[in-house]
């Protein structure tokens, strides 16, 4: 089947989600992107579905309260870099940023 | 520049320094060295935790939000904007795009710029998060989470300036309207200002209305000061203008480009073709919430007479001249001690007069702010008062300013206690004139009414013998009537 | 098995009565968590140092249980059963973890799912696959697989599950158990590893309704860690459990189960279709009107795509933060991208991936519009149609799937365009906020097969009501699974 979908298209995804697929993990992604492509054609002739307020949230009749402004201690710093693989005195090190 | 104008829009990012907590998390919002210290598990994103939103930075932004004539949104949302960086924990940074409304869309601000008044159309304003803080090092870089969720605002202007002094009297102006509402300190030492600058020139021949005579947009980031917005405008103009000149112009692409502080260039970054795809979204974790009519009348009678306002209004009502106005007005709580003042009664230029000399220097010497000080509006009337009544002199007026601050009692209690209660009981000063003028016989006799020059060397030997207190103008008249008198 | 084949009340009043301690329970309870590690791979933690609690008034105090392993636990290994956090211990509690230690319970393993609750097999854990205590051979569906092969086997009265599609529901009918999972947002969702956000639910698998009851009145109520819970301090769901059903109203919808809608079908599809129209039958002769609905046929086919096109976008952002660089094992690269790339190339399995690409697909600023708001707009057509119905009927009931536990072999997770709706429509559960409840209804080829029966958000009393009495008025009330 031509396709809208391309192998090197997923690729890129996944890339861009710094996921590397391999060959079989990438004709999955393609195998299912078309069966998707195709139910959403489906919904595409909906009538006026254009019109319909997408659902964002689950409960969307909802109201609710903001938080008061009031702080709470900070977590201890045993505690937020115990499962850390490499910190630096009380930060986490990372190879060195460059770039924007 | 000569043939061409520049069209230059403005990303003002602030944080909002002035909440208790941050924007998502009850973590404190709270500048500190000390790495890692104002945390909750939300801040690092540790799994399973969810964004709370602070109704305090709500409410601040709504703030702004009115200040800078936008609308306000009836429900509001935030949205993902979704990319990779090591400072941003959750993979994500919740901020609120165009649609649906952010927290205002859609203002104008009215500054000056040079004596001139100028305006900008604000395009929109947001509420979001900021990222953690990256510290680089030779092989390896390090993050501090302290920064991470403090809430962020950013302002999105309309490409409506034209020169790199207007965008930074922009910057000023909105660094003033942030401080008057009390919502940030907006330094941008403390990192709490960042700007993005988007700038193109177009042939000043051409209608600036029509978009197709618009020039191509570039888009410097992360400039974090109001010179470094200055420097970098006015480099992309020459930039620009020189491309322009080599007919290299047309073929330049929609870029962005980053501001090189050091070098003073702004250094390519990407093409407008390889910009990141954000997949924004909205935020499922965050019901949508109404933001009441109450709630926004409230915060509307909250917002104070901001600094535009208070100057022009100083200049046309009380008379001041445009420097002593601007001097007042520099910081919301001087022009606030300053209306205080005036509104006890006391005439503005004398209290202008005060304020911007004798307590701004003070101010400044101790490096404490105004509700620190002691010499409170009350008192500075009390002082004026005693000058005016002559109790004491202009410059006896200073001295007990003095006092004032270092006894720490009013004005009225220094007088009494130094004894500097001007002499204007013209039968004290009669005793103490008839004993100068017993005493100095030779000086008597060469005093000539049509070159009274003498005169002052009477009142001199008048003030050392009261220690100053003579009211000088009462005890010049009096000597000047006895040394008549013996003439005749 | 003396003990742990007991509901909560029968374990309750023993250890009020001292005819059993705490520890004793607990004994029991890991005992049978070691043998069925062994039988059925369920676990990825046993605690084996669980130490008794204090008996109180509290139903819940004393008893073992078990936790899926996306729920945080305090100093305890979570790992959502993926490699990105194999090592990962939280230092705090979720909040239903947080409520069930205050109510005495006492957890005794960590279960086995799906990773990160992103399938239906029970076969993408890092740990490997779970299998079914009824039959070695079948799946248990996930993707609360661990902790539905546990409850149905007798290691402990319940434990507790997530459900973003059909998570607690679907297993629980596999297995021959109770999965229930209240309104979106009665049970706080802090600490709970995400899937997608606006589907993911907490809920709980137990032997019989009354259990499932007690347990969610503890995990239940509003937190201020969790904007989208709410207030439901009014709604006592044990207490009001009565039995009473006499002229409530349910429907089914004829599109899903009427057996013409399908090519084919098997004989298992069909015995299984015979055997819910039994228990639609049975509910009539409780006094319960049952009427058969038609829904929009485009709108159903519609929903298994925008479960996907929803549930992936979301996750993908919500998994964005599993880079190893604050928690995880750390990857290697010269620089953060190539380091943040080999932890989750190497941490995530190929499901996980597949999805990711899928959502990230669906999210593009060029796509969005035609996919994900288009599946967000649908999403509200099909809640809005279930709303319809709840305006006339106290719930929708449907079978669960399209037969008994599937065998093993021939699993698979990928969405497939035949894909009846029967498989997939306890998604509109999700997609509305529903309280749902899965019950065991019979059996095929002698694998328990179950029913489900959806309500309407805030209403979790009368849904479990009636599931409460059509649960007594059949046989499969407390059964452990036998091997078969």
Known sequence: ?100 | MGKYKAKIGLEMHCEISETKTKVFSSAKNEYTEQANSNIRPVDMAFPGVLPVVNKEAVRMALMASMALKCQQPAYMYFERKNYYYPDLPKGFQLTQETKPIPVGIYGEVTFECNGEEKRVRINNLHLEEDAASLDHYDDYSTIDYNRAGVPLLELVTEPDITSAEEAVAFLEHMRSVYQYLGISEADSKKGQVRCDVNVSIMDENLDENDPHNWGTKIEVKNVNSFGGVRDAIKYEIKRQTKLKENNEYDTMEQQTRRWDEESGTTIYMRSKVDAIDYKYFVEPNIPKFKISSEWLKEIKASIPRLAYDRKKEYMTKYGLSDYDASILVKQKDISDYFEETVSLGCDAKQVANWTNGMILSYLNSKEISINEFFLNPYMLKELIDLINAKTISSKQGKEVFAKVLEKQKSPQEIVKSEGMMQITDTSELDQIIDEVIRENPEQVASYDPERPKILDYFIGQIMKKTRGKANPATASQLMKEKLNDLQK | MKYMNKSIEELHEMLVKKEVTSAELIKESLEMSHKIQDECNAFVTILDDAQPVEVTDNLLSGIPCGLKDNYSTKDILSTGSSNTLKDYVPFFDATAVSKLKAAGAVFVNKTVMDEFGMGGTGTTGHTGTVLNPWDKTRMTAGSSAGSAAAVAAGVYPYATGSDTGDSIRKPAAYCGIVGYKPTYGMISRYGLFPFASSLDHLGVMTRNVKDAAIVVDAMKGIDKNDMTSWDSSHIHLRESLDGKVKGKKLCYVKEIVDLSNYENPSAELKEHIANFMKTVELCKSLGIEVEEVSVDKTLLNASPAVYVVISCAEATSNMSNLTGIIFGPRGQGDNYIEMMKDHRTKGFSPLIKRRFVIGSYVLQSQNQERYFRNAQRVRRLLVDAWKDLFKKYDGVILPVGSGPAKHLDGSKDILDKDTAVLEEHLQIGNFGGFPSITIPNGFISNLPVGVNITGNCYDDANVLNIAYALEEAMDYKNQIAKEV
Do not use: W
């Open chain 1, 1 to 100: 089947m031509s396709s809208k979908f391309t192998k090197e298209m997923v690729d890129d995804y996944a890339d861009k989600l710094l996921i590397g697929l391999t060959e079989e993990e990438n004709a999955s992604v393609l195998a299912e992107f078309e069966i998707i492509d195709e139910t959403i054609n489906t919904i595409n002739k909906i009538q006026d579905i254009e019109k319909v307020e997408p659902m964002t949230h689950c409960l969307d009749d909802f109201e609710y309260e903001l938080r008061e402004d009031e702080p709470e201690e900070s977590c201890a710093l045993e505690d937020i870099l115990k499962n850390c693989d490499v910190t630096n005195g009380r930060e986490i090190e990372v190879p060195k940023v460059v770039g924007e």
